[in-house]
C-alpha cells in the first residue's frame, strides 16, 4: 500500500530564517504530490501540488516544493519564514488504489515560528 | 460562495446516541469526502462519493456511514456512538475525474462522545 512520511512532527524557525519540510511517499509509478496547510481551527488549504513536468512547483504564500523521484521525496520550502506560518502541514499523494479518487495524507508537521 | 460548510460545528453526544453530520457544497463538485483527524494521525478518509447517489468505503469506515442523495450534500452519521470516535471531522469536495483536482476543506465539527 503507498504511504507517505512526514518525519518531523514539530519544526521550530526563527521568524526569517529558511524552512524545508520533509515528505517521502512510497508508490510505483509516477504519483500526483501535495502540500496542504492548516492554521489552528481551519480546514486545509492546498499551497501547491505536483503531477509531470518541471520538478521545481511554486504554491501560494511564497512555498515552492521540489520532486526527487529518486529520493521519493517532496519536500516543502521557504526562502524566509513569516509568523503567519505557524501552522501544521500535510503532505499527500493521490491514491492509485481509488482509482486515484481519493488521497493519503501523512500525519503532518507542525511549525512553530519564534521571534 | 460559501464553498464547504459543515452542520454543526461542536456536538457533544452520550454513548450510544446517534447523530448526522451535515456537508454542503456550492461549487458543483462531483466529489466529497469525509475524513476525521486525531492527534498525530493526520487525517483519515471514513467514506467518500464519486457522484450523487454514490458512495464508497475509506480506510477506516467502521462505525458510520453515508449518503449522498443530492449532488451538493453529503452526510455522515454515526448510529451509535462510543468514545473513540472522538474527533474532529472535515468534509472536502472537489471537481472530479481524478485526484489531481484540489480538495476543497470545510471548517469541520468537533465532536466529543462520552
Known amino acids: 500500500a503507498q504511504s507517505v512520511t512526514q518525519p518531523d512532527i514539530h519544526i521550530t524557525v526563527s521568524e526569517g530564517a529558511s524552512l524545508e519540510l520533509r515528505c517521502n511517499y512510497s508508490y510505483g509509478a509516477t504519483p500526483y504530490l501535495f502540500w496542504y496547510v492548516q492554521s489552528p481551527g481551519q480546514g486545509l488549504q492546498l499551497l501547491l501540488k505536483?503531477?509531470?513536468?518541471?520538478?521545481l512547483v511554486q504554491g501560494i504564500k511564497g512555498f515552492e516544493a521540489e520532486f526527487k523521484r529518486s529520493q521519493s521525496s517532496f519536500n516543502l520550502r521557504k526562502p524566509s519564514v513569516h509568523w503567519s506560518d505557524a501552522a501544521e502541514y500535510f503532505c499527500?499523494?493521490?491514491?492509485?488504489?481509488?482509482?486515484?479518487?481519493?488521497?493519503?495524507f501523512g500525519k503532518g508537521t507542525m511549525l512553530l515560528v519564534s521571534p | 460562495n460559501a464553498g464547504v460548510t459543515q452542520t454543526p460545528k461542536f456536538r457533544v453526544l452520550k454513548t450510544g446516541q446517534s447523530m448526522t453530520l451535515l456537508c454542503a457544497q456550492d461549487m458543483n463538485h462531483e466529489y466529497m469526502y469525509w475524513y476525521r483527524q486525531d492527534p498525530g494521525m493526520g487525517l483519515r478518509l471514513i467514506h467518500y462519493s464519486v457522484g450523487e447517489g454514490t458512495t464508497a468505503k475509506g480506510e477506516v469506515p467502521d462505525g458510520y456511514n453515508v449518503s449522498r442523495l443530492k449532488k451538493q450534500n453529503f452526510l455522515l452519521g454515526l448510529e451509535s456512538a462510543a468514545p473513540s470516535q472522538t474527533s474532529v471531522y472535515f468534509c472536502?469536495?472537489?471537481?472530479?475525474?481524478?485526484?489531481?483536482?484540489?480538495?476543497?476543506f470545510g471548517p469541520g465539527t468537533r465532536l466529543t462522545v462520552l
Open positions: 499527500a499523494v493521490g491514491d492509485m488504489n481509488s482509482g486515484y479518487s481519493t488521497l493519503t
Open positions: 472536502a469536495s472537489s471537481r472530479g475525474l481524478n485526484s489531481y483536482n484540489e480538495q476543497f
Open positions: 505536483y503531477f509531470s513536468g518541471d520538478t
